[in-house]
């Protein structure tokens, strides 16, 4: 079956400017939830969606926000970049809510100037 | 609270054992496993509940020392395709509100 797609799989912005990523779930899985990965700080927890609703969010600033649709897909959005926001941002799908098997997409690559 | 992974990185002969530990200064509920190759997603490997029950595949094992709140993970006879970066990723004991609290990784290299 097909896997957990992330899109766009890189892309350059600007400071100040905003952006959008997207995830599509296995199909069948509900939860979805996004991390960052930095060379620094590793894995990072942003927030987590099951139907429909953000079931957690990390300790992130509110210029981090997402949301899922009915299909289960979800998208975050990072507004007013910072240089720091350049990370891989991961969406990872899974059947229930909360922490279980989790199946990573490849990640989008964001990087900031 | 990071967990904290040790070692930071290894390097191995193929066949040759390895261990990874992970300690977190926090009760925990679980301890998940993941490996992530080099420009790929990070791929499940196993998850460790609080009362011992076990869950994973492939030829690696795991113990979970609910009292020191330490999981190790084993890698026994390793094979080429075991290189990578190991994460272990944490939930606390009140439950995954915050998520999979993730280490920083310890990266292991086979050689033939």
């Known amino acids: 079956k097909a896997g957990v797609t992330q899109t766009p799989r890189y892309l350059i912005k600007t400071r100040g400017q905003q952006v959008t990523l997207s995830c599509s779930p296995i199909s069948g899985h509900r939860s979805v939830s996004w991390y960052q990965q930095t060379p620094g700080q590793g894995l990072q927890f942003l927030f987590e969606?099951?139907?429909?609703?953000?079931?957690n969010k990390g300790n992130f600033p509110g210029r981090f926000s997402g949301r899922q649709f009915s299909n289960s897909r979800s998208e975050m959005n990072v507004s007013t970049l910072e240089l720091g926001d350049s990370a891989l941002y991961l969406c990872?799908?899974?059947?229930?809510?909360?922490?279980?098997?989790?199946?990573f997409g490849e990640g989008s690559r964001l990087t900031v100037l | 609270q990071q967990p904290v992974q040790s070692p930071q990185a290894v390097i191995l002969r193929e066949g040759e054992d390895a261990v990874i530990n992970c300690s977190s200064s926090?009760?925990?509920?679980?301890v998940h496993w993941y490996r992530q190759k080099h420009g790929e997603a990070p791929v499940f490997l196993m998850i460790?509940?609080?009362?011992?029950e076990q869950k994973g595949h492939e030829k690696i094992s795991a113990s979970f020392n609910e009292k020191k709140q330490q999981s190790s993970l084993y890698l026994t006879a390793s094979q080429l395709s075991y290189s990578g970066t190991y994460f272990c990723?944490?939930?606390?004991?009140?439950?995954?509100?915050?998520?999979?609290?993730f280490g920083k990784g310890t990266h292991l290299i086979i050689q033939p």
């Open positions: 460790l509940l609080k009362g011992g």
């Open positions: 990872a799908s899974s059947l229930q809510e909360g922490p279980g098997e989790l199946f």
């Open positions: 990723g944490t939930e606390g004991s009140g439950g995954g509100a915050d998520g999979l609290t």
């Open positions: 926090k009760a925990l509920y679980s």
């Open positions: 969606y099951f139907s429909e609703t953000q079931r």
